[in-house]
């Protein structure tokens, strides 16, 4: 009689926040299709397991660490410091799940794949002699601006950011500004780079992953193969590899109703994704602007995400009801696939980048925190699919940004780009093209070693 061979186990260790979750999701359904049994290994908040898309991952294994923190945790100190503490106390704790894993599953390991983030997991790869897969969930550059960051001098970093360089390039990264350097929202300097650090130190990983297209970043991919010495395989854009929504939060529907509604390209979409807060004063602005540029909107705003909120003043209320429709969270992958949508406000967050660009979209940017500039800098000066929204948000600029993008000769010229880069895009994930082959290749390398 013939005997079925096991399947060979795969370990995902996402980093526990929606931007991270998501593409962790549609890299697992990839590789399952494939042939490979998938665990997720998560902490306390932001479980696939306990939200509504479970479902979508009915052959998962789910476990939780048992040590990891709270998200409690994460409130109180931030996204450095929670990081540098959730790697202190998750190690142990992780170590013993694999040793379960291990005795469930014998020798039947293939890799484990963990974000970046999480470099608690290499302790365990190696007590174990597993092989291990680093996963980057955000771009290219961004990993290569943190390689720059990681190798300067952090004393005259500070004294040379005191000093007005801010507008200075960055040598090695062409288009790069200081300022433009993924830091800036994610705590004090010293312990931002002590993360980063610690983020390399303990690399014994066998390969890099990235959740990004090679046609998008050919030159920081380069750089960044030499830069680690192993192999660099960028494997994106998920969303469409992997073809799973993995949201953590409910998406309202009611606004796809409204987009049946509208013209054909004459809505903005804005949303500014899953951890950005902004002040009311510029909700206020943000909402006058939109009116006033007299093109429909959709607009997500995400409960808790303006401090101290109360509500609009009655007759903004009334405008914005007339000409917009806001909803708390949408399904954003349908939403920029319906006809009506013409433009993309975003915070840049790389999935958001990543999903506007499947689209063919031209974009506003307003990116807030860490690497989101880097991602509006390629948006704006090298794919040239968008603008930057700098300075204090005010009326008259939101107003003038949404009619460049979606009523001027400027904003046809970004779509046209913003097509012709999407068409490379999806060709990157068909047969032959980079994306494809490239997970081809590590597929093959997971079945075999
Ligand atoms: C975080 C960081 O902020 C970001 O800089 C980094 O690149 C990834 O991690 P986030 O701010 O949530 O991510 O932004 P983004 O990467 O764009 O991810 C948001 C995800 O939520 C996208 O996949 C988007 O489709 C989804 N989303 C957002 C919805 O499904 N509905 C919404 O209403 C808003």
Aim: aromatic fraction near 10%.
């Amino acid at each position: 009689m013939e005997t079925r061979q096991p399947k060979r186990r795969i370990v995902l260790v996402p980093l526990p926040a929606q931007g991270h979750v998501t593409p962790f999701m549609q890299l697992g359904k990839a590789v399952y299709v494939k042939g490979f049994s998938v665990t997720v290994i998560q902490g306390h908040f932001h479980q696939v397991s306990s939200s509504s898309q479970q479902h979508d991952f009915p052959d998962f294994q789910f476990v939780t660490i048992p040590e990891s923190l709270p998200e409690s945790e994460y409130e109180r100190l931030g996204p450095t410091e929670f990081l540098l503490k959730l790697n202190k106390t998750s190690e142990a704790s992780f170590k013993d799940c694999i040793g379960q894993l291990l005795v469930q599953h014998g020798d039947d390991i293939a890799c484990i794949i963990y974000d970046e983030f999480m470099y608690f997991c290499e302790a365990a790869a190696k007590e174990f002699k597993l092989p291990s897969v680093i996963f980057s969930t955000q771009s290219a550059t961004n990993q290569a601006s943190r390689c720059v960051l990681r190798n300067l001098n952090t004393k005259k970093f500070l004294a040379d950011m005191e000093d007005d360089v801010q507008d200075k390039v960055v040598k090695k990264l062409h288009l790069l500004r200081f300022k433009d350097l993924s830091v800036s929202g994610l705590g004090p300097l010293d312990r931002v780079l002590e993360l980063f650090n610690e983020m390399v130190n303990k690399k014994t990983a066998f390969a890099v992953i990235i959740n990004t297209v090679s046609c998008l970043e050919d030159s920081s991919l380069s750089w960044l193969e030499q830069e680690f010495g192993i192999p660099v395989y960028p494997l994106g854009p998920f969303h469409i590899t992997g073809s799973m929504p993995s949201s953590l939060v409910e998406e309202d529907r009611t606004c796809i109703e409204w987009l049946n509604k509208q013209k054909p390209r004459s809505v903005i979409y804005i949303s500014l994704g899953s951890v950005a807060h902004i002040e009311t004063r510029e909700v206020l602005e943000m909402a006058l602007g939109l009116c006033d540029s007299n093109q429909p909107f959709l607009w997500v705003i995400r409960p808790g995400s303006i401090p101290g909120w109360v509500s609009l003043p009655e007759e903004v209320s009334k405008m914005v009801s007339e000409r917009g429709y806001i909803v708390k969270w949408a399904p954003q992958n349908e939403v920029l696939a319906h006809h009506a949508v013409g433009g993309f406000w975003s915070h840049c967050g790389w999935n958001s980048t990543l999903e506007s660009i499947v689209e063919g979209f031209p974009m506003i940017c307003r990116p807030f925190q860490g690497e989101q500039k880097i991602n509006a800098m390629y948006i704006e000066s090298v794919w040239r699919v968008g603008i930057q929204l700098e300075g204090e948000v005010k009326r008259k600029r939101v107003e003038r940004a949404v009619r460049r993008l979606l009523v001027d000769e400027e904003g046809a010229c970004m779509r046209e780009r913003a097509l012709a880069l999407k068409e490379k895009v999806k060709a990157s994930v068909r047969k032959g093209g980079s994306s494809y082959n490239a997970f081809d290749e590590l597929v093959n390398y997971l079945k075999t070693e």
